[in-house]
């Protein structure tokens, strides 16, 4: 690594440049198995360094699965079909049962969208960056457009994970279910992008981790890895997400926005473990290595590297040094609570559908993650109880 004062003697757009790419160089020299190093490493290049998301174009990403038909009918998967059933008559629409006439003001700190109080004011306050009253409100503002902005990518990359995985399954229960999960993840883009644009005024480009994620998974060839992936890791983010902006948020339409969410995500993650538990149990041993370490890759790259560099860069750049401001949003009530939310949805769940032996454990432990095992996973808990949480 450059030494800091290296950077901090470069034009602030170059230091930047320099510092995503050794971002991504961390994160190829990390990754231990050479299977997921290949397979990942494209998607880290593309996100990291060409910063494909940014671009301001439309982004091709080739998708390389092969769909499959399924003339049986044969319904092997009650409990699936089941779930596609509860789905569609849990449709629900974002125009008419959300009060989109609810004025919204987002720097009113009488019905915050992002509380105060949980933004890191004295983490910056350590660094020397004390905010007025006025840049206080602006600020959550930010954090607040910034990551519902985040919601809002994942939502696009969900619904076309959902439509692949449609054509992907081989069997014509998860077609069904997967129908109704491409309708939910449009209406959620569609509900996040109105309440951004209609009511926070202000939008944030994809950020790289989760550019770098989507990526990965579109052009994964195979459909656990998609289901993986999307299922149980970015549903398992969004809704260790959601739930903690469910839990903080005092917006009223934001609120009843997220608690629709919630209820068909819920639906989601049930649908991943359902596939999965019964996939893995047949899988070759060698096959079920990679995929779990794979997962414990993606699940280090969710925990450390949510790390808002856009707010950075448009708040903080030039004024404390990026490797802080790291530490900083890390360290806030916000993050914290955050990934406890959703490492405690997550890790039941690896369980459930074996992919969490004694083996990756050890890695786990390592990184403070096994405190979450033995919790309960997504197929015994209802959206009463993730609303609850
Ligand atoms: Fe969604
Ligand atoms: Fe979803």
Redesign the pocket.
């Known amino acids: 690594m450059l030494p800091d004062r290296a950077l901090d003697s470069m034009p602030s757009p170059a230091a930047r440049r320099v510092r995503d790419v050794f971002d991504a160089m961390k994160i190829a020299t990390r990754v231990e198995n050479k299977q997921v190093l290949v397979g990942l490493a494209p998607s880290v290049a593309r996100g990291f360094v060409l910063k494909e998301g940014k671009q301001g174009t439309p982004v091709g990403m080739r998708a390389s699965h092969e769909a499959w038909f399924d003339f049986r009918y044969q319904g092997d998967y009650p409990e699936m079909y089941e779930l596609y059933r509860r789905a569609v008559q849990n449709q629900w629409d974002g125009d008419r049962q959300l009060d989109w006439s609810t004025d919204v003001d987002p720097r009113n700190p009488e019905r915050p969208v992002l509380p105060l109080e949980l933004a890191p004011l004295e983490g910056l306050a350590a660094h020397g960056i004390r905010l007025d009253r006025d840049e206080q409100l602006r600020f959550v503002h930010d954090f607040a457009s910034w990551l519902l902005s985040q919601f809002m990518h994942g939502e696009q990359g969900?619904l076309y994970a959902s439509a692949q995985v449609t054509e992907s399954v081989h069997w014509v229960d998860g077609k069904f279910y997967g129908a109704t999960?491409v309708m939910?993840?449009a209406r959620?883009l569609e509900v996040f992008l109105r309440y951004l644009e209609t009511k926070l005024g202000k939008l944030y480009q994809v950020n790289d981790n989760l550019f770098t994620i989507m990526d990965s998974l579109m052009r994964d060839s195979r459909w656990d890895m998609k289901f993986l992936g999307m299922q149980i890791m970015i549903?398992g983010l969004?809704l260790g997400a959601f739930g903690t902006m469910y839990q903080v948020t005092r917006e009223p339409l934001l609120k009843e926005l997220l608690r629709y969410v919630i209820q068909?995500?819920a639906r989601?993650v049930h649908y991943g473990v359902l596939a999965l538990k019964r996939h893995f149990a047949e899988l070759d041993p060698r096959e079920l290595r990679e995929r779990e370490d794979w997962t414990f890759e993606v699940a280090c790259l969710m925990r450390d590297r949510f790390l808002a560099h856009e707010i950075y860069d448009e708040w903080f750049s030039g004024l404390m040094k990026r490797r802080d401001w790291d530490r900083v949003i890390s360290d806030s009530p916000f993050l914290t609570q955050f990934r406890q939310t959703m490492f405690r949805r997550l890790v039941p769940n690896l369980e459930y559908i074996g992919i969490f032996s004694p083996r990756i454990r050890a890695h786990y432990e390592k990184v403070g993650l096994t405190q979450y095992a033995g919790g309960r996973n997504a197929s015994q808990l209802t959206a009463e109880d993730l609303l609850a949480a």
């Open positions: 969900a999960q939910d993840e959620h549903e969004a068909d995500e989601h």
